[in-house]
């Protein structure tokens, strides 16, 4: 007589397959978070720490490191109206930055367009890319240093050779790397999308943008970044109001604390930028590191 063997539990219902309870899954993302916040937290109060012993230990005078109660005073001071004085050289801090970051979305602004422009036909013409692929790579290569006393020449001194010198620095990187992601667009999906009867422009405007907006945006994110780099020299003539020449100008009494204030200031407001510019392209690429 034959025993028949007695029916086994499914794979998913053996306890071998049970998913373990995890309870300590909140409190592995409360730390994760928690730490998330202190880390930077810790490195800036450490920052803080190491500025105020090497200040206090006399090697070098406040007027080359100044302590940072002394930046705070001088963060106050520009930022309020002291002794009748309206902030610096009559105008706040906020004003300040508030005019170079004005000055900053109108020039990267044309630079990032201009770029994205080049980029696309660059990329999806072959002979266009082979006649400004050089001169961009030259220009790339230039300090903003280089031609500004040019920009001067030509345009004068007021806002157009500051508003230009960051529109030229904000355009090689958008290009370039629009360029490359155009180019690296697969072939197939460019192929298919011709066999399914899309025009040139349909497959630019369906196919090579979609795919190539994540590399353009880090392209955006690198000339903001690299108009930033350029505000100071930008505002080198008359830059003031403006927190490029408010540094400038400090530098030139050896204010040390008003351009500490100016360059923290700066560092910060690129910092807010960034990570607008980071949010904002999570939003439109959601995709990206995902698939």
Excluded: C
């Amino acid at each position: 007589m034959s025993v028949s063997p007695s029916p086994s539990k499914p794979d998913h219902l053996t306890p071998s397959a049970e998913v373990p309870p995890q309870p300590n899954a909140p409190v592995r993302d409360l730390w994760a978070r928690a730490r998330h916040v202190a880390l930077p937290l810790g490195s800036l109060l450490l920052f803080l720490v190491v500025w105020q012993l090497l200040a206090a230990s006399g090697t070098w005078s406040e007027t080359l490191v100044p302590p940072p109660a002394r930046v705070w005073d001088a963060f106050l001071t520009v930022s309020t109206t002291h002794d009748g004085v309206r902030g610096y050289n009559g105008t706040y801090l906020v004003e300040h930055l508030g005019i170079s970051v004005r000055r900053i979305a109108i020039g990267a602004g044309v630079g990032i367009a201009l770029g994205v422009l080049f980029g696309l036909l660059m990329g999806t013409v072959g002979w266009v890319r082979s006649l400004f692929e050089p001169w961009i790579t030259f220009l790339r290569t230039l300090p903003p240093l280089a031609y500004f006393s040019l920009l001067i020449i030509w345009l004068g001194i007021n806002e157009e050779p500051k508003v230009t010198l960051l529109a030229v620095a904000a355009f090689p990187p958008v290009a370039v790397s629009t360029t490359t992601a155009v180019a690296a667009v697969p072939k197939h999906l460019v192929e298919a999308a011709r066999a399914l009867g899309a025009s040139r422009w349909d497959v630019v405007r369906d196919v090579v943008v979609p795919s190539a907006l994540p590399e353009t945006l880090t392209g955006v994110r690198l000339a903001v970044g690299v108009a930033y780099s350029s505000l100071v020299a930008a505002e080198l003539v008359n830059g003031l109001p403006g927190i490029g020449g408010m540094v400038k100008d400090a530098a030139n009494y050896n204010n040390t604390p008003v351009v500490l204030v100016g360059i923290i200031a700066i560092g910060i407001s690129g910092l807010i930028i960034d990570g607008l510019l980071l949010r904002l392209e999570r939003a439109v690429v959601p995709w990206r590191g995902r698939a």
